[in-house]
């Protein structure tokens, strides 16, 4: 709700309603002083015999007393509490008349303009009953001057309306500027306006500001401070809440400690440009909603380069090496490890949990870290193709994604069903059930994906194929390169197995049945070649059914993260995470709690 603290100005303003009812309220009475009647004018009057012309008015005086003005009443009061929208269009010309005497140059649907329209509409109330007291004769005596008594003196001329930043600084510019973030993002959801993922990435972003910047007034929100926001974003690490020399500090207190660092790689301005594109759509909520005046400048706005594509794009993010992508496979996540908890160290155990199958299910599909790691044992369905000969076809279903294009349906390629995936992670299962549990949800986001993705960091590093910008989406690179130049291929089923918008793509999906299409799917990406050797993973148990071990697997993996959770949660924090040297002060309003973007 708009707060309207009374100032000076708004004071004034009422006053000079009251003065505009006045204004009305006298002219009706010299009308009828002057004229003889109230609803004729002079020249009609003429034209009628004197009798006839006071019978006419009468009568008209009657109507207007009982029906007319109590109707316009009605429409009044339905216009001032907003029940009857349309009814306010009805008394723009007694509106506008009431701003141009009470506050003149204020426009009529600016925040203060929509306030005096209240008032004129209640101040109208009031003219209309001082009508029908005029013309029933029921005039207030004028006061005799008494013998002596100087009359005071004039008061003194009005001042000018309120500029908008005035009445700003006096109503919503004193109040924190995020004060009605929760509304904003509420009300995307019950627009629909974003999906799933943007849904969970939006508190981060909040968090990410106080953290920063605090919670200024909203008359202090400038592009001097946003770009502040910005150059600070840009300034910290990728991973810099996961990773764990800063999991514990505060982000103001990590770019402090890492300003000096050349050789470290920090958060990309496309990473930046999401967190701006919240702030750019909040502007335009407080302007749709009138906590800011339409003519403001949205101080979120210029900030965003133009977004490279092609080659420039594709170098940002490397794609994995033959030989790397070898190393990775031939590592104790996939030959054995030595125990659940020392992944990394060479043993006899190959344990098929999340780890295993999202780093395999990443190079084999393409998709994208959070696409997998959301996924429900319902996700999984099956299918029977034209061409299957009565066997289903599994498919995996892509929801809430990053974009309405990212949903899809990829049929699972036969390289990972070799490998028990159904027997491990889908039959004898409840559909409701996440598909892989042991990656725990983000308290603050509801995300699955910052705990694999975090593991898959200190994993890589571990087995020594860590290198700076090829990470687990760069998987998603090499299967669209791969998919790509495999010859005569369709590029309309590239783009559907890897969620990118295309005109090929669409026009694809409307040249086929849903089960066609599909069918064309199964065979585009069945014929993407498979960069290692995954025969030795091969399942050798029976299929169809649950595998005998696949409960255990899950439960132990399950309860395994829960434990690191406690022990992330008990775990006293490093004293240098905490150490806040006065060269690096909080910022005013920001928070002193650890971050978790």
Not at 342 to 363: C, H, K, N, Q
């Amino acid at each position: 709700m708009t707060d309207l603290t009374l100032s000076t100005s708004v004071v004034d303003i009422r006053r000079r309603i009251s003065g505009w009812v006045d204004t009305c309220s006298t002219r009706w009475e010299t009308r009828i002083a002057m004229n003889g009647t109230a609803f004729l004018d002079p020249d009609e009057a003429a034209r009628m015999l004197p009798e006839d012309a006071l019978s006419l008015d009468g009568l008209l005086r009657f109507v207007a007393q009982h029906v007319a003005r109590p109707a316009e009443a009605l429409d009044v009061r339905a216009a001032l509490t907003g029940l009857a929208p349309g009814a306010k269009a009805k008394f723009d010309p007694i509106v506008a008349s009431a701003i141009s005497a009470a506050a003149p140059g204020v426009a009529q649907d600016s925040v203060l303009g929509r306030h005096v329209a209240s008032l004129a509409l209640r101040g109208w109330l009031t003219v209309q009953k001082e009508m029908t007291r005029a013309e029933n004769g029921d005039l207030a005596p004028i006061e005799r001057l008494l013998p002596d008594v100087t009359p005071p003196p004039p008061p003194p001329a009005p001042p000018p309306p309120p500029a908008v930043a005035d009445y700003l600084a006096v109503g919503n510019g004193t109040k924190p500027f995020l004060t009605w973030w929760d509304d904003f993002a509420a009300s995307k959801v019950a627009e629909k306006a974003w999906g799933t993922e943007t849904v969970a990435d939006a508190p981060s972003t909040r968090r990410l500001f106080e953290d920063l910047i605090g919670n200024p007034q909203l008359s202090s929100m400038t592009r001097d401070l946003a770009g502040t926001f910005r150059s600070q974003i840009l300034s910290l690490p990728p991973k810099y809440a996961q990773a764990k020399p800063w999991h514990k500090m505060m982000p103001i207190d990590v770019i402090a400690l890492t300003k000096d660092d050349k050789n470290l790689q920090r958060i990309s301005p496309k990473t930046a440009d999401k967190h701006f594109n919240f702030f750019e759509q909040y502007w335009s909520y407080l302007s749709i909603f009138g906590k800011v005046e339409k003519s403001t400048e949205n101080p979120f706005l210029g900030f965003r380069g133009k977004r490279k594509r092609g080659r420039k794009a594709r170098s940002e993010r490397l794609i994995w090496s033959e030989d790397l992508t070898a190393k990775l496979f031939a590592s104790p996540l996939f030959t054995g490890c030595l125990s659940i908890h020392r992944r990394s160290t060479p043993g006899d155990l190959i344990i098929r949990d999340a780890r295993f199958w999202v780093t395999i299910m990443g190079l084999l599909t393409g998709a994208r870290e959070n696409e997998l790691c959301a996924r429900s044992v319902g996700d999984i369905s099956f299918v029977q193709l034209p061409s299957g000969n009565g066997t289903l076809t599994p498919i995996l279903s892509i929801t809430g994604s990053k974009t309405d294009g990212s949903e899809r349906d990829i049929p699972l390629p036969e390289a990972l069903l070799r490998l028990g995936f159904l027997e491990y992670r889908v039959h004898g299962r409840d559909t409701d059930a996440p598909l892989f549990p042991e990656l725990l949800p983000d308290p603050q986001t509801g995300k699955r994906a910052p705990t694999f993705s975090g593991w898959f960091t200190r994993y890589r590093q571990d087995v020594g194929v860590y290198v700076p910008r090829m990470d687990f989406h760069s998987m998603r690179g090499n299967f669209s390169t791969a998919i790509s130049n495999v010859q005569g291929m369709n590029l309309g089923f590239a783009d559907e197995l890897t969620g990118h918008h295309s005109e090929t793509r669409k026009s694809e999906r409307d040249r086929y049945t849903k089960l066609i299409y599909i069918e064309n799917l199964k065979a585009a990406i069945e014929s993407v070649p498979i960069p290692m050797d995954l025969s030795s993973l091969a399942y050798d148990g029976p299929r169809g059914g649950r595998a005998p071990n696949a409960a255990k697997i899950i439960a132990e993996a399950v309860g395994l993260a829960e434990r690191e959770k406690r022990k992330a949660v008990n775990r006293p924090p490093q004293t240098r995470a905490y150490r806040r040297a006065s060269t690096h002060p909080v910022a005013p309003g920001a928070r002193t709690g650890a971050g978790n973007d």
